[in-house]
C-alpha cells in the first residue's frame, strides 16, 4: 500500500542517547515534515524539507537534526535525548494520492525519554 | 504569522444528531487552503475535508461539510447523523498557498459520541 511508512512505532530511551527516527514515502511527493503531538499542544512542526536536498526550521527545532537522504526518505535524529523529548512523533508528506491533495501522515512514533 | 484556534477543546453528541466543530484562524493571505483531519485512537491521521480559499462554495464529503466565511475568517466542521466511529480527536489546519510550505494545526477537539 502506498504511504508513508515510520519506524520505530515505540521507542524508550534514556537521557543522553541518541537515535533516528526513520520515515519513507512512495507517492512521489516533494515535499516531507516531522511533527511532535503533545497533548493539549496540537501537532507542531520540527523540521520540514520542501524538496530534496532543502531542509528547514519549524516552530519547534531545537534539540533535533534532520536528513533528506533522498526524494522518498527523511530522517529525525536526536543526538542527546531528553525527558522533554517525549513526545508522538509523526512525519508526512504534501502532494496528490489517489484523488486527494493533501498531506499523507505516517502512524507515528511514540517516544519515551526516562 | 498565521495562528489556527480551536476553541473547543472537548465535545459531546448524540449518536445521529449533528455537530458543529468550531476553528478560526488568522492570516493576512489571500489565498491558502484550510483543512479538517480525524485522529481516532489508533493515531492515524487521516483527512476529512479541504478548503481552497479562493472557492466561494463550501466543501463537502459524505456527512461532513464545512462552512467556510473567509472574511470572519472561519472554518467550521459540521458532522452530520453522527457515528461512533466519528469519535476522535479534530484538528483543523492551513497551510499558505503563497509559497510557504508549512502546515499549521490547531490545538485540536476530542469529539464524544454518546450511544
Known amino acids: 500500500n502506498a504511504g508513508v511508512t515510520q519506524t520505530p512505532k515505540f521507542q524508550v530511551l534514556k537521557t543522553g542517547q541518541s537515535m533516528t527516527l526513520q520515515c519513507a514515502q512512495d507517492m512521489n511527493h516533494n515535499s516531507m515534515y516531522w511533527y511532535r503531538q503533545d497533548p493539549g499542544m496540537g501537532l507542531r512542526l520540527i523540521y520540514y524539507?520542501?524538496?530534496?536536498?532543502?531542509?528547514d526550521k519549524g516552530e519547534v527545532p531545537n534539540g533535533y537534526n534532520v536528513s533528506r537522504l533522498n526524494k522518498r526518505e527523511f530522517s529525525l535524529r536526536l543526538e542527546s535525548a531528553a525527558p522533554s523529548q517525549t513526545s508522538v512523533y509523526f512525519c508526512?508528506?504534501?502532494?496528490?494520492?489517489?484523488?486527494?491533495?493533501?498531506?499523507?501522515f505516517g502512524s507515528g512514533t511514540r517516544l519515551t525519554v526516562v | 504569522a498565521q495562528t489556527v484556534t480551536q476553541s473547543q477543546p472537548e465535545m459531546s453528541v448524540q449518536e445521529a444528531e449533528t455537530v458543529t466543530l468550531s476553528c478560526t484562524y488568522d492570516t493576512s493571505e489571500s489565498d491558502y487552503y484550510l483543512f479538517w483531519y480525524k485522529q481516532p485512537p489508533s493515531r492515524q491521521m487521516i483527512l476529512v475535508i479541504r478548503?481552497?480559499?479562493?472557492?466561494?462554495q463550501n466543501a463537502t464529503e459524505n456527512r461532513f461539510s464545512v462552512n467556510f466565511q473567509k472574511a470572519a475568517k472561519s472554518f467550521s466542521l459540521k458532522i452530520s447523523d453522527s457515528q461512533l466511529g466519528d469519535a476522535a480527536m479534530y484538528f483543523c489546519?492551513?497551510?499558505?498557498?503563497?509559497?510557504?510550505?508549512?502546515?499549521?494545526f490547531g490545538k485540536g477537539t476530542r469529539l464524544h459520541i454518546l450511544p
Open positions: 478548503q481552497e480559499a479562493y472557492k466561494q
Open positions: 489546519a492551513y497551510r499558505s498557498a503563497e509559497g510557504d510550505d508549512k502546515i499549521i
Open positions: 508526512a508528506s504534501l502532494g496528490w494520492y489517489r484523488i486527494n491533495y493533501g498531506y499523507t
Open positions: 524539507s520542501a524538496s530534496e536536498g532543502t531542509t
